[in-house]
């Protein structure tokens, strides 16, 4: 069953769910990746997030395109064209 906005949230089935653009923070091995601008509803009471179907896999080949890049960065192989 698909998510829509103002829908009754399923977690808290208090809160109406509404159009937001979310951030989300990934760390590995101590190193910190931070997506901004990620559509989704949030719950405008318990703030739980849903992510329309897609978004998650697209979110995280992101999230590991950052670590691959900066992997290479520190390892050297890192060359800016200028």
Known sequence: MEVKEGSLCKSCREG??????VNQTFER???EVKIDGIPALVCDSCRQIYFPPGIGDKIAAAANGLFKLSEIKHAGGYRAVV
């Not at 109406?16 to 653009?21: N, Q, S």
């Open 16 to 21: 109406k769910l509404r159009k937001r653009e």
């Open 29 to 31: 091995e101590g190193l």
